[in-house]
């Protein structure tokens, strides 16, 4: 007759053994997928399929289709939303203070397509945002209110921002060194 402790002890393997096999079925189905899917990239016209089996495929809409999923998965949220699109030529209004800027409405346009890197909130309750912009362009952007982006974020030109009370600070930097606005 068994003791407890042998009972429990079979009970325990049983338990880790039907595990261990669900694991290893689930992980030889992601092996066989991603040997079938590397196959069907490598191979897009499936040659050897025709060559040796007489398989009339091609595996080019599938494989654009799997790239455009993956494209979407791994991109980061647009900010686009025409709601906040102003016309392509933006234009920053110089202040009568260094760095200091106004635009034409409340709120402040991205000069080129970017990225956000920075959101952060400020002991004064204003906000200090960071843009890289395509061009090499970088443009920190301080004393803004109520910012419209994320980290993150990839903008387009024209897309605003974040709104200013009455102006902006913003510095503008390119290969690491300081430049004004009419440099850009």
């Given at each position: 007759?068994?003791?407890?402790?042998?009972?429990?002890?079979?009970?325990?393997?049983?338990?880790?053994?039907?595990?261990?096999?669900?694991?290893?079925?689930?992980?030889?189905?992601?092996?066989?997928?991603?040997?079938?899917?590397?196959?069907?990239?490598?191979?897009?016209?499936?040659?050897?399929?025709?060559?040796?089996?007489?398989?009339?495929?091609?595996?080019?809409?599938?494989?654009?289709?799997?790239?455009?999923?993956?494209?979407?998965?791994?991109?980061f949220?647009?900010?686009?939303?025409?709601?906040?699109?102003?016309?392509?030529?933006?234009?920053?209004?110089?202040?009568?203070?260094?760095?200091?800027?106004?635009?034409e409405?409340?709120?402040?346009?991205?000069?080129?397509?970017?990225?956000?890197?920075?959101?952060?909130?400020?002991?004064?309750?204003?906000?200090?945002i960071?843009?890289?912009?395509?061009?090499?362009?970088?443009?920190?952007?301080?004393?803004?209110?109520?910012?419209?982006?994320k980290?993150?974020?990839?903008?387009?030109?024209?897309?605003?921002?974040?709104?200013?009370?009455?102006?902006?600070?913003?510095?503008?930097?390119?290969?690491?060194?300081?430049?004004?606005?009419?440099?850009?």
């Amino acid at each position: 007759m068994e003791t407890a402790n042998q009972i429990r002890n079979r009970l325990t393997n049983e338990k880790k053994s039907n595990v261990l096999k669900f694991f290893s079925l689930i992980f030889g189905i992601i092996a066989i997928v991603l040997g079938v899917l590397i196959y069907m990239k490598k191979d897009e016209n499936a040659t050897f399929l025709k060559e040796n089996f007489n398989v009339e495929t091609s595996f080019k809409e599938t494989n654009t289709k799997i790239d455009a999923f993956l494209a979407s998965l791994f991109t980061f949220k647009n900010v686009t939303n025409k709601d906040q699109l102003v016309n392509q030529n933006v234009i920053y209004l110089p202040s009568e203070q260094s760095s200091y800027f106004t635009c034409e409405g409340e709120l402040i346009p991205s000069l080129s397509d970017g990225i956000v890197y920075q959101v952060s909130l400020e002991e004064d309750n204003s906000y200090t945002i960071l843009v890289e912009y395509d061009n090499s362009l970088i443009v920190c952007y301080y004393q803004v209110y109520e910012p419209l982006v994320k980290v993150y974020d990839q903008i387009k030109k024209g897309d605003y921002i974040a709104s200013y009370n009455t102006e902006f600070k913003a510095l503008f930097k390119r290969n690491g060194k300081l430049i004004t606005y009419e440099q850009i």
